[in-house]
């Protein structure tokens, strides 16, 4: 029963991204994280508009061999263990959200869509031993000023095996012109009462705020591949391919 008991705690670690070692002679183990075998998420970040979600679905047939492509929350369960600190980024955004002028309808409608980004992030964690996945809707992208304002160690944890795509536009009316392509009738995210040249601002604060993120999260050693959103299709498609390739040792 004993030895019974040992392996099964060995399988359900290993699951988790651990392994047991033996540290000397004497039966004594000792518990330690290793993320040499864990997979990686890759994450394509920009500003809303910018063409993150065209170019993931354009990189999603040379990459399927190694990564799932997830565009909508997979299958969540609860997990009691390690998992990390996504609740201290959720509960400011629900902050944020009783705070903007939205309708109950409205409100409720989007703490639905952030619950269930952090629903797959959780579920990703666990399945990080056996699978590689890529998404355009993840933590960087919808909660970029909560991971901003983390601690060091908990946001070395949040972003740990990531690794980020980052779209972004050499000048703002790349993305307004995007938008109005999509969006004929006028964006839905956006905000009605501003004008176009405070839009325009609005863009630039986002891409700065995101090329932030991304140069912080590279100092805790995540990878990240810088885009820019008006270059060729071919090439931008070229690029993420190669980074996604790298990142797996293919």
């Given amino acids: ?21 033996k540290v000397h002679a004497r039966p004594m183990h000792t518990l330690r994280a290793d993320h040499s075998h864990r997979g990686k998420v890759i994450e394509f970040i920009g500003p809303s508009g910018v063409g993150k979600t065209y170019l993931f ?28 600190p996504y609740w201290s980024l959720l509960t400011p955004m629900a902050q944020r959200l009783t705070e ?8 409720a409608g989007l703490l639905q869509y952030y619950s ?8 990703m964690s666990t399945q990080l031993a056996r699978s590689s ?11 970029s000023e909560q991971l901003m304002e983390l601690e060091d160690s908990a946001f070395s944890m949040a ?3 990531r690794a980020i795509i ?5 000048r703002p009316e790349t993305v307004m012109e995007r938008r109005s392509q999509r969006f004929p009738e006028g964006d839905p995210l956006d905000t009605p009462d501003l004008t176009n040249a405070e839009q325009l601002e609005l863009i630039e604060s986002n891409c700065a705020a995101l090329a932030a993120l ?15 959103a008006e270059d060729p299709t071919e090439k931008t498609l070229a690029s993420v391919t190669a980074f996604g390739r790298r990142l797996i040792g293919t």
Wanted: one cysteine or more.
């Fill in 1 to 21: 029963m004993t030895r019974f008991l040992r392996r099964m705690a060995k399988s359900i670690l290993f699951k988790q991204g651990y392994q047991i070692s």
């Fill in 57 to 84: 679905e354009k990189s999603r047939t040379s990459l399927r061999a190694h990564w799932k492509p997830v565009t909508t929350p997979i299958g969540f369960k609860v997990h009691f263990g390690f998992a990390p």
């Fill in 100 to 107: 903007r002028s939205l309708n109950d309808y409205q409100r």
């Fill in 116 to 123: 269930s980004i952090i629903a797959a992030e959780l579920e």
């Fill in 133 to 143: 996945f890529m998404l355009d809707e993840g933590i960087f992208h919808n909660f």
């Fill in 159 to 161: 972003t740990s095996s």
């Fill in 166 to 170: 980052l779209v972004l536009p050499s």
């Fill in 214 to 228: 991304a140069a912080r999260a590279e100092t805790f050693g995540v990878k990240c591949l810088r885009i820019a």
